[in-house]
């Protein structure tokens, strides 16, 4: 198994590739540079910064910069509102852009022939295959009320795996509604099959505050919720239950 | 069909309710909250325990002392709240929430959403052999503190 985690986009992306070099990863890693580049808000002279500025019209973009903005307002739509590129104010796609750019190097990794991977960008997962024969991916979902510990272990052979909270950045998820930050929850994550928009929706249910998400979550069929309250309490989808790995620290 | 019984308690207008909620069917999360009584509670301190006088309540006129008092919809910070009881003399013998605000549900979300599966206690990630780690880690500084972090380095 190869594993590499590479500097990217102001986190790390990691990758875990089965019969693979470090050679088998250069596209890969190419496109997540291609797209930092594209769609950085710190970086003044990518296209996205100088969109906002108003030196560029849209159509002067890369055009991949209008089909992220289709695809936030898309989200937006989906989720009652609650996510939105300009959720702060000032044009910002970066809620669709990771989970987004953690999907396109996947496609790229299994369009040359590498299958069984993980590719994990700032703490989003998108995994598909198996880490070794007959075995499926397992996933840690990290409790952001116990630092170092888990929450719980998913798993699967086609996973997406988004989290959003306010762990690392403190309050810094606004429900665009109030411009405020959401209350009484930790986090929230999304288990879905693709990482862009099971991502994207992550970003949304938190804003929408827990017990709002866990009944919008339950009425899609694409994706399942697990949400840890204030207090640490774990509450989760029905439809989770079939992703949680058996045995009550996964591993009887 | 699930059935999800509240056991906290709710204050409403003084009186204290131990209400059995029957949550939404899975097929239609938006229909109306359909909430039964629990019978058999006994008034902490008779007709005054029903909801406030000012509250205009109405009476029902009913067989051997039995009556049926419907309060107004009270103002709480999370919405209004309405509450109708059952009495038989003194004794409160049923009592329906006919409104609640949205915030009210907060109890009855969280037995509909307490996974059976899904245990409270800590996982160790050393013993749960994972193969990566889903959490808020936004920033290369997140990182460095982060489980994923240690996975990546220990496969080095």
């Known amino acids: 198994m190869l594993r590499h985690a590479e500097p990217v986009m102001g986190t790390v992306f990691s990758f875990a590739v089965r019969d693979a070099t470090l050679a088998d990863l250069a596209p890969a890693l190419a496109e997540l540079h291609r797209l930092d580049g594209i769609f950085s808000t710190y970086r003044p002279q990518s296209d996205i910064s100088r969109l906002a500025r108003g030196e560029l019209e849209l159509g002067q973009c890369d055009p991949l910069v209008a089909e992220v903005l289709d695809h936030c307002t898309a989200v937006g739509r989906e989720t009652d509102g609650y996510f939105s590129a300009r959720a702060a104010g000032a044009l910002d796609p970066s809620g669709w852009v990771k989970g987004w750019a953690v999907e396109r190097a996947s496609r790229l990794l299994t369009q040359a022939g590498f299958t069984h991977h993980n590719v994990t960008g700032g703490g989003d997962v998108q995994c598909t295959g198996e880490p070794t024969p007959g075995r499926p991916w397992r996933i840690g979902i990290a409790d952001p009320a116990r630092t170092g510990q888990l929450a719980a272990v998913v798993t699967g052979r086609h996973l997406a795996v988004a989290t959003s909270g306010t762990a690392e950045r403190g309050p810094h998820i606004l429900d665009p509604h109030t411009g405020r930050p959401p209350v009484g929850a930790l986090s929230l994550t999304l288990v879905g099959e693709r990482l862009a928009r099971t991502d994207a929706c992550a970003t949304a249910a938190f804003a929408m505050g827990p017990h709002r998400a866990l009944h919008w979550a339950e009425h899609r069929p694409d994706v399942e919720a697990l949400v840890i309250l204030d207090d640490g309490t774990r509450l989760a989808t029905p439809g989770l239950g079939r992703y949680l790995a058996p045995g009550p620290a996964g591993q009887d | ?156």
């Open chain 2, 1 to 156: 069909m699930r059935r999800a019984v509240l056991t906290g308690t709710v204050t409403v207008a003084g009186v204290v309710l131990l209400l059995s909620l029957k949550p939404h069917g899975s097929a239609s999360a938006q229909s109306a909250p359909v909430i039964a009584s629990d019978s058999e509670r006994t008034a902490a301190s008779g007709p005054s325990a029903a909801p406030s006088p000012s509250a205009g309540s109405t009476t029902a006129p009913a067989k051997a002392g039995t009556r049926t008092v419907t309060g107004n919809a009270v103002d709480t910070r999370y919405g209004p709240v309405q509450v109708r009881i059952t009495l038989s003399g003194s004794r409160i013998t049923k009592a329906e929430v006919l409104q609640y605000p949205s915030e009210s549900r907060h109890d009855l979300e969280i037995n509909q959403y307490a996974l059976p599966q899904l245990n409270q206690e800590a996982i160790s990630a050393q013993s749960a052999q994972i193969d990566s780690v889903s959490g808020a880690t936004y920033t290369s500084q997140g990182y460095q503190r982060s489980l994923q972090s240690a996975l990546d380095q220990a496969a080095h």
